[in-house]
């Protein structure tokens, strides 16, 4: 069975810093492209960034580059996402997700770890 | 950035009813096309892929069609465990996620 299970999340100041995890099991995870999708409370999904398999290629939304560092580690199937500078506006539940790019049976999420950026 | 739209952004519909949400991307994304479906508390989950393919295990009541920047998602017959709100997102480019449609029994 599939697993990602987020952990990291909390209450951060404006500022500060966290660092999300994501722990996978289930199925062959260095094979997989793996996403960072968010979604502010009674909110929409927002993607934030993507690594490749092998970490070649990474990839950021806008509103989070050169705050955000996006990492993956095959050895233990885990996927990080560090976050600096931190804004109010990064409140959100944070979800891993393979988010497939037109593949069958390969659309995986975790359950999402919370994070609050607040004073 | 592609930018996505989607319409209604919430509908109230009848059990058994057909149901049809449209998409438009801001630029011709081809067939790159997904459709998520996201009950409240939970996950989103995939039902369909390259704009009209059935995700596995996918009820055949979910459809998907369209190609370029309009699209189309219809549930053919509304059912209460449908409740929930529907996303598209295009990988044409960098993922963008439309804004939702909330669906709702009445």
């Known amino acids: 069975e599939v697993h990602l299970v987020e952990s990291g999340g909390g209450l951060v100041k404006p500022g500060g810093s966290l660092r999300l995890s994501c722990a996978a099991s289930?199925?062959?995870?260095?094979?997989?492209?793996m996403n960072w999708v968010r979604q502010p409370p009674a909110r929409g999904l927002e993607w934030v960034s993507s690594?490749?398999?092998?970490?070649?290629?990474?990839y950021y939304a806008d509103s989070v580059r050169g705050r955000f560092t996006i990492s993956r580690d095959n050895a233990n199937n885990s996927l990080s996402l560090q976050m600096n500078g931190l804004r109010a506006d990064d409140s959100a539940l944070y979800y891993c997700?393979?988010?497939?790019?037109?593949?069958?049976?390969?659309?995986?999420w975790g359950q999402g770890t919370l994070v609050t950026v607040s004073s | 950035d592609i930018q996505m739209t989607q319409s209604p952004s919430s509908l109230s519909a009848s059990v058994g009813d057909r149901i049809t949400i449209t998409c438009q991307a801001s630029?011709?994304?081809?067939?790159?096309l997904n459709w998520y479906q996201q009950k409240p508390g939970k996950a989103p989950e995939l039902l369909i892929y390259?704009?009209?393919n059935l995700e596995t295990g996918v009820p055949s009541r979910f459809r998907g069609s369209g190609s370029g920047t309009q699209f189309t998602f219809t549930i053919t017959s509304l059912q209460p465990e449908d409740v929930a709100t529907y996303y598209c997102?295009?990988?044409?480019?960098?993922?963008?996620f439309g804004p939702g449609t909330k669906v709702e029994i009445k």
């Open positions: 997700s393979t988010l497939p790019p037109g593949e069958r049976g390969i659309d995986f």
């Open positions: 289930g199925f062959t995870f260095s094979n997989l492209t």
């Open positions: 690594i490749s398999r092998d970490s070649s290629h990474i």
């Open positions: 630029r011709d994304i081809y067939k790159y």
């Open positions: 390259d704009a009209s």
């Open positions: 997102q295009q990988y044409d480019d960098l993922p963008t």
